[in-house]
């Protein structure tokens, strides 16, 4: 079903689409009208799967691709930037990836929190990185979507790593917005509260936190996947042209009350 055409003419690459609200980004990028989506992730068939995205969205009629990418390495977010290159080139870039730890908390081990850096905080950055570049070379005026957290905004003891990693990004779209924004090109953050996907379920006590947050959410629910991609969908839209340097809560109303 098409539901607008807010991204007409627009090519879009989402990190970390083959599962949960990357997929889901990916498919309501398509089904707002975008002209083409790379789906990529780090492995093809980590849960739905990457190529199964990619054939979700070709059979709405939208060119798709999948691209496996690792986001940690500069290298794989550059090949991924050019894969979009016979395509038109990147208007929407979305850096979605990111990871939870079993592990995290005041005592989260060196290594572990490393790899979740690299993943949350460097891929970000790289992504951005080029995609702005081949935004630039091209004279676009582009949008790049970062994904926080509602852990980025307020700190919890049992996150105390991804809290950080994502309380980074936030400021990374803020920071990137200014560099950017005389090129034309937008940044913005989106915060999720707590969305129905696998990762609620393999955090370590994110699972039995997560039903004490349904309660306290205004709207007594948790979110949809497909409601982080309408959000982001308007910051990677010209609905959103002045909007750049701001991190986007789609929470159910939850840290309005927090
Ligand atoms: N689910 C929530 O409640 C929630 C809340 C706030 C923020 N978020 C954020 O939303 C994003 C998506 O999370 P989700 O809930 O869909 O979880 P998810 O685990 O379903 O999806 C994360 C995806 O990232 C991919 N990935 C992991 N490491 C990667 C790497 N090195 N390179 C490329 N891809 C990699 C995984 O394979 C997976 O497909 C994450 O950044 C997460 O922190 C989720």
């Known amino acids: ?14 990190t970390g689409a083959s599962s949960g609200i990357g997929r889901a980004i990916a498919i309501r990028a398509a089904e707002h009208g975008a002209r083409a989506v790379i789906v990529s992730d780090v492995t093809e068939a980590p849960r739905e ?22 986001v940690s390495k500069r290298t794989d977010n550059d090949a991924l930037v050019a894969a979009a290159e016979d395509l038109g080139g990147v208007d929407v870039f979305v850096a979605n990836a990111g990871i939870t730890l079993r592990t995290d908390g005041a005592d989260v081990p060196e290594e572990d929190y490393r790899r979740l850096m690299s993943v949350n905080l460097d891929g970000p950055l790289f992504g951005a990185q080029a995609a702005a570049r081949s ?24 996150t105390v790593a991804y809290s950080t990693s994502k309380g980074g990004v ?32 393999t955090a370590a006590g994110i699972a039995e936190a997560s039903e004490g947050f349904r309660k306290r959410t205004p709207l007594r629910r948790l979110g949809q996947p497909s409601e982080i991609g309408d959000a982001v969908a308007y910051l990677g839209s010209d609905l959103s042209s002045y909007v750049t340097g701001h991190a986007l809560t789609v929470d159910g109303g939850l840290l309005a009350v927090i």
């Open 49 to 70: 799967g990457g190529e199964p995205t990619a054939a979700v969205i070709e059979a709405l009629g939208v060119t798709a691709r999948f691209v496996k990418a690792d």
């Open 1 to 14: 079903m098409n539901m607008s055409d807010i991204l007409a003419n627009k090519v879009v690459v989402v």
């Open 135 to 158: 935004m630039k070379a091209k004279g676009k005026a582009g949008s790049i979507v970062l994904m926080a957290s509602m852990g980025g905004l307020v700190g919890a003891g049992i």
């Open 170 to 201: 936030v400021l990374m779209a803020k920071s990137l917005a200014d560099a950017l924004g005389p090129d034309g090109i937008r940044v913005n953050a989106v915060a999720p509260g707590t969305i129905d996907t696998e990762l609620l379920r």
